[in-house]
């Protein structure tokens, strides 16, 4: 039980850390336009751990010049507490911040019972923003006794976009230095990725080794009481170092041994709750077709190269596809599309995009198509998702390729993903 003194001298202490944001340069989000601070409905920005949702949410407060309180429950001075303390963290921020109308709990999945708190909120006309990095403990819960009264708002770490505009690269000009750098820019994120501490820390490795370890053992391990430990973490580590590739949970559960293919489903779950991975549905007509052979993808590419042993550096054609996974995640979440990727008669095509049941792009993904059998084998793809699903507006993304083409009497875009972006 923490006690009211030492409880105000931590949210005192957070309240001037939200403070000291406004002297930094933030980058504004896209989802921030998704955030309706003045719903009924809780507003809740779920997503990997420093993918700045806090920052994303602290701005869409900020720029509507509303007045909230802030929690951050991640603060290792309120590890343990419980449910019923809930009431009097609420009596100390107002003590801290006056009267408020609007109050941002951040991370406040690890306390067991808060949806509760969170219900008596809201039926107290309370406008509430929540981030969380567990989709199933956020979303399952609020599903469970919120009865629909909130919003689900998906975050991921910066795009190819944001990271230009945090260092200060010109994503609109066309001139050939603009061009160069812009190119020199997408090399970077390439290799670093999305995650925006990135940008200001040397030791990259730490980070992200440090990020991964505390997503496995803090997130997971501890709140699903994993027995095996190491077993699960060598799988993980194996998924992050295979990916993109189809979850096969028979070979998993023989070659980590694992007692039945129940666990290893649920340990591959497990990572995709906390983001760590994210799953792509084959594309069918009938739905219970797509709920086997799913294809994981890392969350971004520093998990894929900047851990201890990862072996995906060098793969450029694994790295791109992530990319463009991830971008195209935020582009259909805004617009309320799906994505689902492409196998049958032998070829491949690694995305389309879906409303309802109707595709609406094919997406193919190659890193380098000069060769004239990679290009061949890539159109093919793209033609084949076409005849199949009839759907005529596709495009092949390269890392540098600009080019309109026709393929056996299909029209396909060729264009450099950098661009695309």
């Not at 609007?102 to 923003?129: P, S």
């Not at 030791?203 to 994993?226: G, P, S």
């Amino acid at each position: 039980m923490i006690d009211a003194r030492t409880l105000e001298a931590i949210l005192s202490d957070q309240k001037a850390e939200l403070e000291a944001r406004q002297q930094e340069t933030l980058c504004h989000r896209p989802e921030e336009s998704l955030v309706e601070i003045n719903s009924p409905q809780a507003q809740v920005v779920i997503g990997v751990r420093r993918s700045g949702k806090s920052t994303m949410c602290y701005q869409a407060l900020t720029q509507r010049g509303v007045h909230f309180a802030y929690v951050d429950f991640d603060d290792e001075r309120l590890s343990g507490m419980k449910a019923d303390q809930l009431n009097d963290v609420l009596e100390v921020l107002y003590k801290i911040y006056g009267d408020f109308q609007y109050l941002f709990l951040d991370e406040i999945q690890d306390i067991e019972g808060w949806h509760l708190f969170v219900n008596r909120l809201l039926r107290q006309k309370m406008h509430v923003i929540i981030t969380g990095s567990n989709a199933k403990l956020l979303s399952g819960e609020l599903a469970t006794h919120l009865t629909g009264r909130n919003k689900e708002i998906a975050l991921y770490p910066f795009s190819f976009q944001e990271f230009c505009e945090m260092k200060g690269v010109d994503i609109k000009s066309v001139t050939t230095k603009a061009t160069a750098f812009r190119r020199a820019a997408f090399d970077e994120y390439m290799q670093q990725g999305g995650f925006p501490e990135l940008l200001i820390i040397e030791d990259k490795r730490h980070y992200i080794n440090t990020l991964v370890d505390n997503i496995l053992k803090r997130d997971i391990e501890q709140r699903y009481k994993i027995v095996y430990k190491a077993a699960f973490e060598q799988m993980a580590h194996h998924l992050l170092n295979i990916s993109p590739s189809i979850a096969a949970t028979q070979e998993l559960t023989d070659l980590f041994h694992f007692k039945s293919l129940h666990t290893t489903k649920n340990y591959i779950d497990y990572l995709k709750q906390a983001y760590l991975l994210i799953g792509v549905s084959k594309y069918a007509t009938k739905s219970k077709l797509r709920i086997v052979q799913e294809k994981l993808y890392a969350v971004d590419v520093a998990m894929m190269n900047m851990r201890e042993n990862a072996f995906s550096a060098e793969n450029l054609g694994w790295r791109l596809e992530t990319i463009v996974l991830i971008q195209l995640l935020r582009k259909c979440k805004l617009n309320g599309w799906d994505i689902c990727y492409f196998k049958d008669r032998g070829s491949e095509c690694d995305f389309l995009v879906c409303k309802g049941n109707q595709v609406q792009q094919c997406i193919q993904v190659s890193y380098d198509i000069s060769s004239e059998k990679t290009r061949k084998r890539e159109l093919k793809g793209l033609k084949t998702a076409a005849q199949i699903t009839g759907c005529k507006n596709l495009l092949l993304l390269t890392d540098h390729e600009y080019e309109d083409s026709t393929f056996e009497g299909f029209d396909i875009l060729i264009r450099p993903v950098h661009e695309w972006q």
